[in-house]
């Protein structure tokens, strides 16, 4: 499961979340193939940004980077 919302933190932007794979099916690259298809559902629709709440070490290797702390409201 992977879903889109639409929000805003001073400009449009869609939220990524939340991501779950079944248990059983975790490590096998099924987490990151729906954030790409997420991703690319998003761009061709025209969205700017993504932002999303997780583990640093599995989006950022996904072209995620964390927002400093009170940047975003």
Request: net charge negative.
């Amino acid at each position: 499961v992977c879903r889109l919302y639409e929000a805003r933190a001073g400009a449009p932007l869609l939220f990524l979340g939340p991501l779950a794979v079944d248990p059983g099916d975790q490590h096998k690259g099924l987490g990151a193939a729906l954030v790409h298809a997420c991703l690319e559902a998003a761009r061709a629709d025209g969205a700017r940004a993504i932002a999303c709440v997780g583990a640093a070490a599995f989006f950022e290797p996904l072209g995620f980077s964390i927002i400093p702390h009170g940047v975003l409201t």
